[in-house]
Structure formats: structure tokens, C-alpha cells
């Protein structure tokens, strides 16, 4: 076994990373992860790579599955970009990467507004872009493609063509990473507002300061589904964020809409939203804990037509699972507790470690503690700009259910 591999095609030689006999199955079969137990540290030693190296990922016999990045600090410490040898991890290949994201997106939307790159699914792992119009705003979480990060901006200014790019390179997982948070303008120059269009509305963003990249694109097709639900009701939308469901739902005829969230700032960008909108007369904006707040509601007797449930994160690790479990039960048995009678539930998960059938179970179980019956009218999943990989089950995130809740006799 030699010490390194050649990609052949491409003219240029990647050290080799092998795998341990059988731990090439699941990469065959078009996953694009490799653990640090998988790797056969006796033959290529992880130590002998640096963060966002590039190596020939090879099987136990030594023939190439594909190139990758390395980061020998982290658990999945490599991610397959190609297959074969036949293209090195440069700005050629994020370009062509990019157009096949690009083709998918203008299928789908006819304004520039959606995920333009979902990581994995798009076959550049590590790496999310929004666009917002003219301003892209991407995500670096790994540090294979921070060191593709030069390349990557050239690829979005050659394919895409914005007036602005801006990384937005905060979050937990680049502390795995060994990575350091920061936010900055890699071309030309963010405007003083960044705007969203979605459902004839406009919403605006703060790219830097909001979460993620200001806005989850990941929900449109499911806020979609809320005109026939919303109309003439009165509807509560907790862990609002910048107002996206809230708003849609006035939109659709919604007669009241209580936001709720517990950010002063994001309170503040629903009222603006509203206003921008003309919808100001029907849309208040709380600040409060979704928990504290269902609690008062309950206790002052308040009733709601439509309930909004779509929070954070619960489980954002595996081991979180039964805790998370209990939370989504709790949350959304609070909120069926100031549904009115015949009332829409609307409950959203966006944990992957919560399974879509523990997640109804436990809104469900909720139900049958308060001795209500759901009917689900709809099931709910990411929308079309964040594809799943079938062989990629972490693509997999979002899930939810728009449910009727009657009363149990």
C-alpha cells in the first residue's frame, strides 16, 4: 500500500486515507461520511493530516471510492466530495456543483429567493447558501470547506453573479470543528437591509445578528398550506422568530395573530414585518417564553383557532432524544390547551434526532392526556430548496403535521 493515491485525471496526487475491511459499505451506497473508528489509522494515520486536507478515499483492498476532505480532530473526520478521481476539490468543481444547485432552483422558484446549496445534498458537504435577491449568505460549518472557502466565493460570483456575498460562520458545529465564529463580507457590499419575498409578502432580515442566515427558507412550502385553516380565525404562533407563519397566516385572512417570541429583537422585526406588510392592525408581537406564555393564556382562559408550534431544535444530539421527546410532548400539549373546540394544531420539528414516528407519538400522547383526538389533515416536511439524499438520512430533518384536534368522547 503506497502512502499516497493519484488522481490521475486531474494531474495531482492526494494522500491516501484508508478504511478498515467493510467500512466502505455505506459510502458505496452514497453516504458521504467517514467516522475516525472506520478509518485504518495503522496503514494511513489520521495524525498525518492537517484540518481541510484533501485525501484519496480508499477501501480495505486499496481501490479509490472517491476525494474527500480531513479533519483528523473530529468524529466524521472525512467527507467525500466526488466519487472517482476525476475531480480535486477546486473552484472547477464548486462551480459545477453550483450550476446543477443553480438548474434545480430556478425548476422551482421564479424569483431568487431560496437555499441555493443544502451541504450534503448538494453535493458540497459542510457548506449552505442562501439567496436573498442580490445578497448570497453562506454557512461554513466544516473545515474542509473553509479551506475551499476562496474557491467557493469565486464560484458564487462567476455562477450566481450577486452584488454581495456574506459568511455567516457561526454555530455549535464549527466548534466541533475546532473552527472559529466570525461574520464577514467576501464581496461587495451588504446593503442597509436585506430583504426576503415569500407568499406576496416582504420580509426584512438581519443577516448578521438574526439566526442561522436570517431567515428558514426550510418551512415555505408548509406555511403554504395554511389558507384554508386560517381564515377569519384567530391564530397564535409561538417561537415566531421574525414573524414568517404569523404573517403568512394574516395574509391569508386571518382575522388576529398573536407572535410570540422571546427575543426582544425579533419581536421588534415582526412589528416592522407587519407594517411593511399593511397588516399592523392584525398582527400583535409578544415577548415572552412559549412555555410562560401558553401557561398565562391557559390560566386567563384564552382560545385560539389555529396553534403554531415550531421551535428550535430540542434534540440536537442523540443522547437528547428522551428529554427532547418530553419537550415537544409538553409544548404542544400546552398549546392545545388554548385551542378552541374543532381547533388546528400546527407542530414542527426540526431535530433529525427526533424521528418523525416518536415526534407524532409524543404530540399525540399529549392529546390523549387531555383527553383530545387528532385527525392529521397534513404531514409536513422541508421544502423542495433542502433535497434528501435517500442515502443521506440526515438530509432528512424536518418534519411536522398540520392536525385538527377534536375532543375525545
Same mark, same amino acid.
Given at each position: ?5 493519484? $488522481? ?29 473508528? @472506520?478509518?485504518?489509522?495503522? !496503514? ?8 481541510? /486536507? ?31 478521481? !476525476? ?32 451541504? @450534503? ?5 459542510? &457548506? ?16 474542509? +470547506? %473553509? ?7 469565486? $464560484? ?20 466541533? @470543528? /475546532?473552527?472559529?465564529?466570525?461574520? %464577514? ?11 426576503? @419575498? %415569500?407568499?406576496? &409578502? ?20 408548509? =406555511?403554504?398550506?395554511? *389558507?384554508?385553516?386560517? !381564515?377569519?380565525?384567530?391564530?397564535? #404562533? ?5 414573524? *414568517? ?22 419581536? *421588534? ?26 401557561? /398565562? ?27 427532547? =421527546?418530553? *419537550?415537544? =410532548? ?23 434526532? +427526533?424521528?418523525?414516528? $416518536?415526534? +407524532?407519538? $409524543? ?7 387531555? #383527553? ?31 392536525? !385538527? ?5
Amino acid at each position: 500500500m503506497t502512502n499516497e493515491a493519484e $488522481a490521475t485525471d486531474a494531474g495531482v496526487e492526494y494522500p491516501a486515507l484508508c478504511l478498515k475491511k467493510g467500512e466502505d459499505a455505506r459510502l458505496r451506497a452514497g453516504h458521504a461520511w467517514v467516522f475516525s473508528n @472506520e478509518v485504518d489509522v495503522k !496503514r494511513t494515520p489520521l495524525t498525518g493530516f492537517r484540518p481541510g /486536507d484533501p485525501a484519496v478515499v480508499l477501501d480495505h483492498a486499496g481501490k479509490a471510492i472517491g476525494i474527500a476532505y480531513v479533519n483528523p480532530n473530529a468524529l466524521i473526520c472525512a467527507r467525500l466530495v466526488a466519487r472517482g478521481l !476525476r475531480h480535486p476539490l477546486d473552484r472547477s468543481l464548486v462551480v459545477h456543483r453550483l450550476n446543477v444547485a443553480l438548474g434545480l432552483r430556478e425548476r422551482l422558484y421564479d424569483r431568487p429567493y431560496y437555499r441555493l446549496v443544502f451541504g @450534503e445534498s448538494d453535493g458540497l458537504p459542510g &457548506l449552505v447558501l442562501d439567496r436573498f435577491g442580490d445578497v448570497v449568505v453562506g454557512q461554513v460549518a466544516t473545515a474542509g +470547506m %473553509e479551506a475551499l472557502k476562496d474557491a467557493v466565493a469565486d $464560484a458564487v460570483r462567476k455562477v450566481v453573479k450577486p452584488a454581495c456575498l456574506v459568511w455567516k460562520n457561526t454555530g455549535s458545529v464549527r466548534a466541533m @470543528e /475546532d473552527l472559529p465564529e466570525y461574520t %464577514e463580507v467576501a464581496f461587495g457590499e451588504l446593503p442597509a437591509e436585506v430583504v426576503v @419575498e %415569500e407568499g406576496g &409578502l416582504s420580509f426584512g432580515l438581519d443577516v448578521r445578528g438574526g439566526q442561522k442566515t436570517g431567515w428558514f427558507f426550510d418551512q415555505r412550502a408548509n =406555511r403554504d398550506q395554511l *389558507a384554508p385553516f386560517v !381564515r377569519e380565525a384567530r391564530v397564535l #404562533d409561538v417561537f415566531s422568530y421574525v414573524g *414568517a407563519w404569523g404573517l403568512r397566516a394574516a395574509a391569508f385572512g386571518a382575522r388576529e395573530v398573536t407572535c410570540v417570541d422571546a427575543s426582544a429583537t425579533a419581536v *421588534a422585526a415582526i412589528g416592522a414585518n407587519a407594517a411593511r406588510n399593511g397588516l399592523g392592525e392584525r398582527v400583535r408581537a409578544v415577548q415572552a417564553d412559549a412555555f410562560d406564555f401558553l401557561k /398565562d393564556a391557559r390560566h386567563a382562559r384564552e382560545r385560539y383557532d389555529v396553534v403554531i408550534v415550531d421551535p428550535p431544535a430540542f434534540a440536537k444530539r442523540k443522547k437528547d432524544f428522551a428529554e427532547a =421527546r418530553l *419537550a415537544y =410532548r409538553r409544548i404542544n400539549e400546552a398549546a392545545m390547551q388554548v385551542l378552541s373546540k374543532d381547533g388546528i394544531l400546527v407542530a414542527c420539528s426540526c431535530s433529525y434526532h +427526533m424521528p418523525r414516528g $416518536a415526534f +407524532m407519538e $409524543a404530540v399525540n400522547q399529549g392529546a390523549r392526556h387531555l #383527553d383530545r383526538t387528532l385527525q392529521v389533515v397534513s404531514q409536513l416536511q422541508q421544502a423542495p430548496d433542502h433535497p434528501v439524499n435517500p442515502a443521506i438520512p440526515e438530509s432528512d430533518y424536518l418534519k411536522g403535521f398540520i392536525a !385538527r384536534v377534536l375532543p375525545g368522547a
